[in-house]
């Protein structure tokens, strides 16, 4: 009898253990940067930004390089999702990213953009500054020490 209470605590625990591995995986966080980018047909950007997953917050670096229609130079606020995290440090990496924005003083932009890890960003923000573009790059975000 004790063979079948030990056998049944086993799967009990192995469901308990999917059940945490998929919820797991599926977690999405929330995510906002501060940019400000620049160029002429090439142009790059730097920045900060903050992961927040349930009541931990954590500080990021953001850099990157586009190319497209770029023109003018602005500073962009973002705030949106990080979607299929299973681990924080899944955010880290490049995100090839199509982005189209456009700013005459102050005005709207959204990113999309995909990590090789599947993690997925979507931003919509404001940007201030004289700036249009429609452009496919790279935007590298790292976990800041």
């Known amino acids: 009898m004790s063979k079948i209470k030990l056998s049944l605590a086993g799967i009990v625990l192995g469901a308990m253990a999917a059940t945490t591995t998929a919820a797991k995986a599926e977690m999405t966080c929330r995510i906002s940067m501060e940019i400000t980018k620049g160029g002429f047909v090439i142009g ?3 920045g900060t930004g903050t992961l927040r997953c349930g009541d931990r ?3 990021l670096d953001i850099g990157g390089i586009n190319a497209g229609l770029i023109i003018g130079m602005s500073k962009m606020s973002l705030n949106g999702k990080a979607r299929n ?3 924080v440090r899944d955010i880290e990496g490049t995100y090839a990213r199509l982005g189209a924005s456009a ?3 102050e005005g ?3 990113i999309l ?3 090789d890890r599947g993690v997925e960003l979507v931003m ?3 940007q201030v500054g004289l700036e249009a573009s429609l452009d496919l790059g790279g935007l590298t975000i790292r ?3």
Do not use: F, H, K, V
Request: no cysteine; glycine share 16%; aromatic share 4%.
């Open 44 to 46: 790059a950007a730097g």
């Open 113 to 115: 953009a995909t990590n």
């Open 124 to 126: 919509r923000g404001s």
């Open 85 to 87: 995290l299973r681990d």
């Open 143 to 145: 976990l800041a020490n």
């Open 108 to 110: 709207g932009t959204n």
């Open 57 to 59: 917050r954590y500080p």
């Open 103 to 105: 700013a005459a003083g």
